[in-house]
């Protein structure tokens, strides 16, 4: 998590791993006020929804909230998203990530670092 500042003593800053998270709780985060600051950090981990993977680990409920939120993202989240696997372009979450956002192709070496970013 270096490489996006995460600090989880920060009470402004919340990840959650969503294979082995609470997933309403982690979208709950995207429009939650933040704590002593004006920005608030939400990294999401595994959101297999937006991989070619088969795997999905938003049901239909919530993967529509979480679409609402690209949609009308609040102005104080960043939320960072951090893919395994191979992005599915023609999904409609990853055309509005797109749309409102970036994306980095990060790539690691033999020590599991990360040691190029796109």
Known sequence: MDFVKYDSTDLGQSYFDLNNGNLDLALEELDS??????????IFENLTNMT??????????????????????VDFTQLVIILH???????????????????????KNETDRVVQLF
């Open 33 to 42: 006020l933040p704590f002593f600051s004006d920005i608030r950090l939400v």
């Open 52 to 73: 070619t993977e088969k795997k999905s680990v938003f049901d239909d409920k919530q993967m529509k909230r979480f679409e609402d939120f690209l949609e009308n993202p």
């Open 85 to 107: 696997g191979k992005l599915d372009s023609r999904l409609k979450s990853v055309k509005k990530t797109k749309k409102s956002g970036q994306f980095i192709r990060c790539q």
